[in-house]
């Protein structure tokens, strides 16, 4: 099966008092086929654990790479912000970055920097 793809909300340039404020959308890790975003070199990965019932209940978070992955461990109510991403080492054949949760406890968000 292919990866679930995590779609990127874009970051608006900022209002007339200079904040620029935007809503995303949260998409549950995909356990058994993973995770993927389009790759600009301008994202931002966030990602949480929201089994906050059991703290003590640990999630991974991967990140792949082209050359290797790396893991960051959530326990339950715990957030993660990771980037911005680069495309070199980080950006797939295909332009994806893949990502994945070990349950669907871990859910993403991709912001983008206009």
Do not use: C
Not at 59 to 69: A, E, P
Request: proline share 4%; charged share 15%.
């Amino acid at each position: 099966m292919p990866r679930t793809t995590v779609t990127p909300t874009s970051i608006s340039g900022g209002s007339s008092v200079g904040v620029g404020f935007v809503e995303f959308t949260w998409t549950a890790a995909d356990a058994s086929n993973g995770n993927q975003f389009v790759s600009t070199g301008k994202e931002f990965l966030i990602a949480r654990n929201v089994n906050a019932d059991s703290p003590l209940l640990d999630r991974i978070v991967t990140v792949l790479k082209t050359n290797g992955q790396i893991e960051y461990t959530l326990s339950g109510g715990e957030y993660l912000v990771a980037g911005q991403i680069p495309t070199s080492g980080y950006r797939q054949a295909d332009n994806y970055i893949y990502l994945d949760g070990s349950h669907a406890d871990i859910e993403f968000a991709v912001l983008v920097l206009p």
